[in-house]
């Protein structure tokens, strides 16, 4: 009986990847780069309680802006299934994202079903979360529960009027603060902080939330001010270079110096630095000075089901179609691997070529 073959279509720009061909999982799927597919973010929702002036501007997303509705969000049993036939490709992590993950209801539920899949290796999945902080000293425990393993934590300011002013929420530091310690409590942890670094708004608030951060049980990570989308008007002049990070902290005081560290993993996108007197360990994410597009190993899937072989991609590829119109594992899994062993991207190494390309794609629609 012959198949009924889906292409993996972008909805937007109907761009199509080539005819499906087999393709069977054998854990170690390269693109035409040769790097392997190790990484997994999904994108649970659109939404979030928070408008960062740097992902969701409150004069883009306003109380008009068109949210997916629910039926376009992908079930929780078809990201399962996604997941599945990706973990047999290769996936040993998988991060949840959004939006603001924690806003999708019962997501805990998502969590236990992600820790059932089986490994090629047989070694357990690494399933980790970013969130604002804002829900999750109230779902940190059934998180825990559920089999998550730690959390991510949004923090772009220790000084609250600056940080209300970038989060434009009116949700305080304290706050933030409280989820953190509550995580870290469940075991959620090594906890990480991000915060996202832009010349002229916060950048006052590297050495605050370095020396506040040190000597804790959390990692600090400082992230250059990246062009995802279109919508946070970015200019290479607001980023700040995380060379000049460096210098500032360590010629702050002799208690701040820091040395560098190597790697935990290949394509890990944080660079680690440890202090010298054995403080603790501080991250610098270097996506627009110091790009690692080589050791990239990350494919996102968004909340309606498109596939995205990079953070500043223009374009997804439709899988909620074969999801949804009883396409049979090898059909599906096939039509994924294809789309990752022609994956070129680096367009953090290529940026400033770029020239008349099509508008990026949200941060808030694929996660950071």
């Known amino acids: 009986m012959s198949r009924r073959i889906i292409p993996i279509l972008d909805q937007r720009t109907n761009a199509a990847v080539t005819p499906f061909t087999a393709i069977s999982s054998t854990g170690l799927l390269l693109d035409s780069l040769q790097r392997p597919l190790r990484d997994l973010r999904i994108s649970v929702t659109d939404r979030c309680n928070f408008r960062c002036i740097y992902c969701m501007p409150r004069s883009v997303f306003d109380q008009h802006y068109p949210y997916l509705p629910h039926s376009s969000l992908l079930t929780f049993e078809e990201i399962t299934r996604t997941a599945r036939l990706l973990v047999a490709h290769g996936v040993n992590k998988i991060r949840l994202t959004g939006g603001e993950p924690l806003l999708r209801k019962n997501l805990e539920r998502l969590v236990a079903m992600l820790r059932a899949l089986p490994t090629p290796d047989g070694l357990p999945l690494d399933i980790t979360l970013t969130t604002n902080g804002a829900l999750l000293a109230q779902k940190a425990r059934l998180l825990k529960q559920a089999g998550l393993n730690r959390v991510t934590v949004s923090l772009d300011a220790l000084d609250d009027e600056i940080f209300k002013r970038m989060n434009d929420a009116d949700f305080?530091?304290?706050?933030?603060?409280?989820?953190?310690?509550?995580?870290?409590?469940?075991?959620?942890?090594?906890?990480?902080?991000?915060?996202?670094?832009?010349?002229?708004?916060?950048?006052?608030?590297?050495?605050?939330?370095?020396?506040?951060?040190?000597?804790?049980?959390?990692?600090?990570?400082?992230?250059?001010?990246?062009?995802?989308?279109?919508?946070?008007?970015?200019?290479?002049?607001?980023?700040?270079?995380?060379?000049?990070?460096?210098?500032?902290?360590?010629?702050?005081?002799?208690?701040?110096?820091?040395?560098?560290?190597?790697?935990?993993?290949?394509?890990?996108?944080?660079?680690?630095?440890?202090?010298?007197?054995?403080?603790?360990?501080?991250?610098?994410?270097?996506?627009?000075?110091?790009?690692?597009?080589?050791?990239?190993?990350?494919?996102?899937?968004?909340?309606?089901?498109?596939?995205?072989?990079?953070?500043?991609?223009?374009?997804?590829?439709?899988?909620?179609?074969?999801?949804?119109?009883?396409?049979?594992?090898?059909?599906?899994?096939?039509?994924?691997?294809?789309?990752?062993?022609?994956?070129?991207?680096?367009?953090?190494?290529?940026?400033?070529?770029?020239?008349?390309?099509?508008?990026?794609?949200?941060?808030?629609?694929?996660?950071?």
């Open 172 to 368: 305080s530091v304290a706050e933030v603060l409280h989820g953190l310690e509550v995580a870290h409590q469940e075991g959620l942890g090594p906890v990480k902080i991000n915060m996202v670094v832009k010349k002229g708004v916060n950048d006052q608030q590297i050495l605050p939330m370095a020396r506040h951060f040190k000597g804790t049980p959390f990692t600090l990570r400082l992230i250059e001010y990246m062009d995802v989308g279109a919508s946070n008007g970015w200019k290479m002049d607001e980023v700040v270079p995380s060379a000049e990070v460096i210098n500032q902290l360590n010629a702050s005081s002799a208690d701040m110096q820091l040395i560098p560290q190597a790697a935990n993993y290949p394509g890990e996108t944080a660079q680690r630095w440890n202090y010298r007197d054995g403080s603790g360990e501080i991250g610098l994410i270097s996506s627009v000075t110091q790009a690692f597009c080589q050791d990239c190993t990350r494919l996102r899937l968004s909340t309606e089901g498109k596939l995205y072989t990079c953070l500043f991609a223009s374009q997804g590829y439709d899988v909620r179609t074969l999801l949804r119109e009883q396409s049979d594992d090898s059909q599906l899994s096939s039509a994924m691997a294809q789309l990752w062993q022609q994956r070129g991207d680096r367009y953090s190494e290529i940026r400033h070529q770029q020239t008349g390309l099509a508008p990026k794609i949200e941060m808030s629609y694929i996660g950071g």
